[in-house]
């Protein structure tokens, strides 16, 4: 029963709690291309890669009162905060989702990056089949507005390198 | 004829029901048209089962991709006037929207779910590929079939570009709208598109809209909220929708445990193991799924032989609203019933939700990540449409989500057998609907 929905609980569960949209739609990006079990799909849009059904996923949540989404103002926008509610633990409980299913650690250390950093990450696995001056070359591009540094995207390189060693 | 970017002698047009006329001009459009990848969608309907609810709705892929072309042309003549195009920018913009769709499979949604693969990936294989588009494509020298994949999948340099066939509001979505309304015979799918090209204006991300034209656009969301909830998710095609989906998971599972078809499908297997080729991908159509499934019919494994036999005479499950956090505590109960009455939950109970669906609805948001609607205002500025619309404001806010629980009604009704627990499951099941 929803076991995509399941997984996502898990992550908020195993995470405590995850500060912004951006930055949910690319831990689950990210973790899902380090081989992590989530299904959503994904398309690149303003931000770099999205998922509409991870949208819609949170929503249904949301809604369900799985979840608990805070809305708070954050200088000229508005920010969300997410984190699993009591009717989401009881869900998780009905589901039981094989122990391991979604690798905490994983999301953790996704989790205390910044959600720009994220971005930059998952836009440089969106486009890892080209060749990585080429990567450059799109991001310089594609993400102007984000003034990204040759710096903040060989760490990029780097944070890719290191998930894909410890996990 | 020499130059495969020049105009064609003579216009060659198409009769079509939606817009009248499909104008082609070009070379590389008529060549295009001609190629097999794109014919090839002839095989593909648009809205996969959906014929299962509005008879009608037998149209392919390969209407809508040519609707999708004829409104991008219109779009192009019209912001021809208003700005100036990089060389060959016209003519990517054309073939990108004539080539949009042209990785889809046969009912690519469940297939997608089922074996995880993606028909934007699927076209951008076919465009950049060994195939004849890419080699109609090439014939214009340069990277052109690169930016013509790179427009489809969002990434191209030139946001206007993109967003004239992939935003809130673009070629896509006002061709399928148009089409499927047409098509399925409801009422509700209709706006006025010359209206909403004619207030168009180019900006340097995205088109926007002179705030005169808003009545057109409000017009254009409503129908996009009227056929999510009444076409694209019907409960009856979602139900067709859940039995394909099971077909092509049971028949993975029984190739996985070694099962002996007396049909294997050949076509599949390179899907059910990951390793197809484009020329195995390009060859399925939905002839090809029919002929398995009507034979899977006399099939020895009996979850698969009826599974297809509800499929293709269309005996599809039934349905009862959802709640998930009341669902969950009966589930187990209902999990263990339907094992021991003899039905295998994990086929014959299902819960499908809102975002199991390829299709979505207007949602405002500046800091979203998808650009929103954006009103021209007389004094130049910029307006997001639901802060100008009552309209659109009304229905961004409400409530979007829905979950169904399907289940074999007629298995259940059958009580020589376990009739005990097949009551308790109806009695679960209604009580969850009358919650």
């Not at chain 2, 709208?177 to 047409?182: E, I, N, T, V, Y």
Request: glycine share 4%.
């Amino acid at each position: 029963m929803l076991h995509e929905h399941a997984k996502l609980l898990s992550l908020l569960k195993g995470t405590g709690e995850v500060v912004g949209r951006k930055k949910l739609q690319k831990m689950v990006y990210i973790a899902k291309k380090m081989n992590e079990p989530f299904r959503e799909k994904y398309q690149f849009h303003m931000y770099g890669p999205y998922s509409e059904e991870l949208t819609l996923r949170m929503e249904e949540m949301c809604q369900a009162d799985f979840i608990g989404e805070v809305r708070e103002k954050k200088g000229g926008y508005y920010q969300y905060r997410y984190e699993i509610a009591d009717k989401g633990e009881e869900f998780l409980e009905a589901v039981r989702l094989p122990e391991g299913t979604v690798n905490e650690n994983l999301l953790r250390r996704l989790n205390e990056s910044s959600s720009k950093f994220l971005e930059l990450v998952s836009t440089v696995l969106y486009f890892e089949h080209f060749p990585k001056e080429e990567i450059k070359a799109k991001i310089g591009k594609l993400k102007a507005r984000q003034n990204y540094s040759e710096e903040d995207i060989e760490e990029a390189f780097s944070y890719i390198e290191s998930l894909r060693n410890s996990h | 004829m020499n130059r495969p970017d020049g105009q064609l002698e003579e216009e060659k047009v198409f009769k079509d029901p939606v817009h009248r006329y499909i104008h082609v001009r070009d070379q590389l459009i008529w060549d295009l048209i001609g190629t097999r990848e794109f014919q090839r969608l002839r095989r593909i309907r648009q809205l996969g089962t959906t014929y299962l609810t509005f008879h009608g709705a037998e149209h392919t892929r390969f209407n809508h991709s040519l609707g999708v072309y004829e409104i991008m042309r219109r779009m192009v003549e019209n912001l021809e006037k208003k700005m100036t195009w990089e060389t060959d920018e016209r003519l990517v913009c054309l073939a990108a929207a004539l080539l949009h769709d042209v990785g889809h499979g046969p009912f690519s949604h469940s297939f997608e779910k089922v074996f995880d693969t993606d028909h934007e990936e699927w076209t951008r294989r076919i465009i950049l590929g060994n195939t004849e588009i890419n080699e109609v494509l090439s014939r214009m020298g340069g990277n052109f079939p690169e930016h013509v994949a790179d427009v489809i999948a969002k990434t191209y340099e030139n946001k206007l570009i993109v967003s004239l066939i992939s935003s809130q509001i673009d070629a896509d979505r006002m061709d399928y709208l148009l089409r499927d309304a047409f098509y399925t015979g409801v009422s509700y799918g209709q706006f006025d598109m010359e209206r909403i090209l004619r207030v168009m204006r180019p900006m340097e991300d995205q088109a926007v809209f002179k705030h005169s034209g808003m009545h057109a656009v409000e017009d254009y969301i409503m129908s996009r909220y009227q056929m999510y909830w009444q076409v694209y998710f019907h409960p009856v095609t979602r139900s067709a929708e859940v039995i394909l989906s099971k077909i092509l998971h049971r028949a993975k599972k029984l190739l996985a445990e070694g099962y002996d078809f007396q049909q294997t499908p050949k076509h599949f297997l390179s899907l059910f193991e990951s390793t197809m080729t484009l020329e195995e991908y390009i060859r399925l159509d939905e002839s090809i799924i029919f002929y398995y499934f009507q034979a899977w019919e006399q099939e020895e494994d009996a979850i698969l032989r009826d599974l297809c036999r509800r499929f293709m005479d269309r005996r599809l499950f039934k349905y009862v609203e959802c709640d998930p956090s009341k669902q969950m505590l009966i589930w187990p109960e209902l999990q263990r019933l339907f094992t021991a009455a003899g039905i295998d939950p994990d086929y014959y109970l299902v819960i499908d939700s809102s975002s199991d669906l390829p299709y979505d609805f207007y949602r405002p948001g500046e800091k979203d990540e998808r650009m929103p609607i954006h009103l021209l205002m007389p004094d130049g500025s910029l307006r997001e449409l639901s802060r100008e619309s009552d309209v659109v404001e009304a229905i961004s806010g409400k409530k979007r989500t829905d979950h169904k629980l399907y289940f074999p009604e007629d298995l259940l009704l059958d009580q020589k057998e376990y009739g005990e627990e097949k009551r308790r499951i109806l009695s679960l099941l209604h009580e969850q609907e009358g919650m």
